[in-house]
């Protein structure tokens, strides 16, 4: 069965893989995807914004992406999100490898279960993020020069704008990590379908209120995107179906 990579701000492909376009289209819209070829024919790519990062993360079809990777017959997905750090224990460019979320998102299509016509399935999210991949992405780090730090709470917001030094006090409190704007609905859409799914987050800016303003952080970031990409590769190559469990339907 294929996988999938899900790349988020900053990763538009897969780094000199050769793929092949295509749309798909469900009940829930289009998802444009890019299929491996050759040795990596088992690989399916999707950019959540967009290659010219033109979809803001609210408009993000989510629902239609997920739909789509399953009807391929993905069973894992390894994603990736572009985020603010807001502690110190996960400095910019290293990565946080996520094992549960704060969800602050709201306006979004965030399930699969609102027709009324279906029986209504809860997901269930002790462990959101596949912890057989996650451990797998904490060994293998180091082989690609990543500094990968473990079990980040992964905070999302709606987006698109930033956030308040006020509301990341908040996040700090509550024992969040990391914040971005992309992981929720993801993560649980997928868990909705039966689909394993693990996450690195990349730091790319201290969150507001950390400094003075935000920055961006640019310099060697490409060797770091390769380095993330080459990484997540080698987990999905590196486990399998089978020994990954999704979340279950309660
Ligand atoms: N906040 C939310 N999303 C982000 C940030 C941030 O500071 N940096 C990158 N994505």
Do not use: W
């Not at 996650?134 to 709470?153: F, R, V």
């Not at 952080?217 to 987990?235: A, F, P």
């Amino acid at each position: 069965m294929p996988a999938a990579i899900m790349g988020g701000t900053g990763i538009y492909n897969l780094s000199g893989i050769e793929v092949e376009a295509r749309e798909i289209t469900n009940e829930y819209g289009s998802a444009q995807v890019y299929l491996g070829q050759g040795e990596h024919e088992d690989i399916v790519f999707l950019t959540r914004h967009g290659k010219d990062h033109s979809t803001p993360p609210h408009k993000v079809n989510y629902r239609a992406n997920l739909r789509a990777l399953k009807d391929l017959g993905v069973r894992r997905i390894m994603s990736t999100y572009a985020v603010g750090s807001i502690t110190t224990d996960y400095p910019v460019l290293d990565l946080a490898v996520l094992r549960d979320f704060l969800d602050f998102t709201h306006g979004r299509d965030f399930s699969f279960f609102d027709d009324l016509q279906s029986a209504v399935g809860h997901v269930e999210m002790s462990a959101p993020f596949c912890p057989v991949m996650s451990d797998k992405l904490m060994s293998l780090g180091p082989k690609y020069n990543i500094q990968c730090h473990d079990g980040a709470t992964y905070v999302a917001t709606n987006g698109p704008r930033f956030e308040s030094p006020a509301e990341i006090k908040m996040f700090q409190m509550l024992g969040g990590h990391v914040v971005g704007m992309t992981c929720c609905p993801e993560v649980y859409l997928a868990g909705e379908l039966g689909m394993n799914f693990a996450a690195v987050a990349l730091p790319i800016n201290l969150a507001a209120g950390l400094e003075d303003k935000i920055t961006l952080v640019e310099d060697n970031i490409d060797e770091v995107r390769k380095n993330m990409i080459n990484l997540m590769l080698d987990v999905l190559r590196s486990t399998n179906d089978e020994e990954c469990t999704p979340p279950i339907l309660l």
